[in-house]
Structures are given as C-alpha cells and as structure tokens.
C-alpha cells in the first residue's frame, strides 16, 4: 500500500495536466477547467480516506478518544 | 525499516517537485500524501513502544490516569505539529499558527488535571508534616 498511493497522485496529476493543456490548445478551455477540477476532486478524495486512516490508527495509539 | 523511510520521503519530494511544474495544487496534495505514508510507516514501531511503556507504569505504581493523560498530551502534540507543517508548507502560516495555539489550549486543559493531582499530593504531605 504504502507508497503506491504517491504514484497514483503524481500520475493523476501530470495526467490532468496534460488532459487540461491538450484541451487549452485545441481552445475548449472550460472543458479544459472541468477535467482539472476532476482530477483534484478524486485525489483530495483519495488523501482525505488516507487521512481518516491515519486520525484513526493515532487515535488507537494514544488512546485519544 | 529505516531506510523504507528515507525511500518514500525521496519519492514524495521528488513527486511534488514534479508535480510543482505541472501543477501547483496537486503539490500540496502530494504533500500530505507523502506526510500520511512516513507517519504510517512510522506509527507501527511506535505503537510497540507504547506497550512496553505502559507496562513499566503499571509496575511503578503510579496512577493510571496520570500515564494515561501524559499519552494523549503526546499524541495531540504529535497531531497538531503534523497539521500545523502541513499548512505551513501549503504557505498558510497564519492557519498554522492557529493550529498550534488550539492544540496547546488542549493540552492545557488535560494538564490541568495532572496540576491538581500534584496540588492534592503536596497538600497532604504538607498535612501529615
């Protein structure tokens, strides 16, 4: 699992990117806005699920309820 | 163990460069990212340690509640500079300075017990003197 999840982000990233910088040249710039939206809306999803995994497994930890 | 660490903390630094370039707002995605996987490879190890410690406490006789509340004055404290960073590299220090004086009110507030249990142990020895 562990770092994976890093490659899977960069590779959405520079995917959305390059998506948003095809779609600027052939001038479908709001498309292109909706495809870069896209691609940060799945990967604050990916980083917030990371996120609750982490909260929780401190909280076990330390016992911080 | 060690060296898994230094790996991902390279991959991570090099990713968010690159994702810099192309795209500021994936850095600091890349960030957190980065930031959860060291501390999940770290919180393994850790947790071993937390063991081992609670039961030289339970051995010295102290109190539970007194190791109990130390533990989650460590926790907050990891927890709060954990996020408070995070801001500070997404270049909102002033949100990160925010963070930082709400973790210490709580922890503020959980030694507040501790301070009192010491107030009643003084108390009572001053008494039997």
């Given at each position: 699992m562990?770092?994976?999840?890093?490659?899977k982000?960069?590779?959405i990233g520079i995917l959305t990117a390059f998506i948003s910088f095809i779609l600027k040249k052939s001038d479908k710039d709001e498309i292109a806005t909706f495809a870069t939206l896209a691609g940060l809306i799945l990967v604050i999803l990916l980083i917030v699920d990371?996120?609750?995994g982490l909260f929780d497994t401190i909280k076990s930890i330390f016992a911080l309820y | 163990m060690l060296f898994k660490l230094f790996a991902i903390g390279i991959i991570g630094v090099i990713l968010v460069l690159l994702l810099?370039?192309?795209k500021p707002e994936f850095?600091?995605?890349?960030t957190i990212a980065t930031g959860i996987v060291l501390v999940i490879v770290l919180v393994n190890s850790l947790s071993g340690a937390v063991v081992a410690f609670t039961r030289i406490v339970e051995k010295s006789g102290l109190p539970e509640g007194i190791f109990a509340t130390i533990l989650k004055i460590i926790g907050i404290g990891y927890l709060t500079e954990y996020s408070a960073s995070i801001c500070e590299d997404a270049g909102c220090a002033?949100?990160?300075?925010k963070l930082q004086l709400g973790g210490k009110?709580?922890?503020?507030?959980?030694?507040?017990?501790i301070v009192t249990r010491l107030v009643d142990v003084v108390t009572s020895l001053a008494e039997t003197l």
């Open positions: 562990d770092f994976s999840i890093l490659l982000i960069a590779g990371m996120l609750g | 810099r370039t192309a850095a600091v995605l890349a002033s949100i990160a300075q009110l709580v922890i503020f507030m959980l030694a507040i017990g």
